[in-house]
């Protein structure tokens, strides 16, 4: 344990750390590149080859150029990804609980003013209730 001290630990710990983030930083920027719509594909292909031929320096010049714009990308693409879940969520609750339940609710009023009326007794009124609602 003596040739390998407590601060080699820490360091080597400190740059697998700074290796993992920098090949997420590399993963993000070239996830970016291809994403934008804006850049034609000479842009795209320069900026591909300065981040595999000078990867640390390529990323790092990426991040101060493009930053601003990558982060607005990443806005749109939340907010758009919420507002196309919260259409699903819409879409399937008309589709299954929206129309099938109004004429639920419908026949149940139905049901009802029948029997207010007198044309069902009380049995029948809650056998027909208990067929609906199975």
Known sequence: ???YPLLEVFLTMLYLFLWVMWFFLLFKVVTDLFRDHSLNGWAKAGWLVLVI???YLGVLIYLIVRGR??????EKLAKDSEAAFR???REAATSQ???GGSDHVKDLAKLAELK??????PEEYER?????LA
């Open 87 to 89: 259409n699903y969520v």
């Open 1 to 3: 344990m003596d040739d």
């Open 116 to 121: 207010d009326k007198g044309a069902l007794n």
């Open 53 to 55: 031929l000078l990867p």
């Open 97 to 99: 609980g929206g129309s």
């Open 128 to 132: 027909a209730k208990a067929k609906l």
């Open 69 to 74: 714009s990558m982060h607005e990308r990443d």
